[in-house]
């Protein structure tokens, strides 16, 4: 009974974790994608990608918004969570060096914001998506190992 509840707990916590990481960066990546949340929209990410002297030839803007897109979802629902936390967590650390120079408070554009994302996604690398996840709800084989 106590594992049972131990398992509930962490399985609670991998879901709020995929909540945080992968339902925070989704808005981010369909604002970039489609202008959404008063996003910039392609162009304005074009713009943005400048900025920080980064390539923005089409189609990078157009990509790294799918990226950011779909790998928030995929996260957020627990589909494929470890693959899709590292491939976001590559994208987070990006932004984690871009602000790094700004020093440490998000506020004045540093790296705390960004680098407490990473950690979170790098968690789910580690950890999974969890039983409340698309891969974790689904039937298993009685003989297959989990």
Do not use: N
Not at 1 to 28: E, K, Q, Y
Not at 69 to 98: D, H, K, P
Not at 110 to 136: F, K, T
Request: glycine content about 14%; some cysteine; proline content about 5%.
């Amino acid at each position: 009974m106590a594992a049972a509840a131990s398992t509930s707990r962490i399985d609670a916590a991998l879901l709020l974790l995929r909540v945080a990481g992968g339902g925070f960066l989704l808005p981010h990546g369909l604002g970039k994608l489609v202008g959404a949340f008063g996003g910039p929209g392609l162009a304005g990410f074009a713009d943005e990608l400048v900025q920080f002297g980064l390539p923005a030839a089409a189609p990078i803007p157009l990509l790294l918004a799918l990226v950011q897109t779909l790998s928030g979802l995929a996260v957020l629902l627990g589909a494929w969570t470890r693959a899709s936390a590292a491939v976001a967590a590559c994208f987070i650390a990006t932004t984690v060096w871009i602000a790094a120079p700004h020093g440490w408070f998000w506020m004045r554009t540093g790296l705390e914001y960004p680098l407490m994302w990473l950690l979170v996604l790098l968690a789910l690398v580690l950890l999974g998506g969890g039983r409340w996840s698309l891969v974790g709800a689904r039937p298993r084989d009685a003989g297959a190992a989990s």
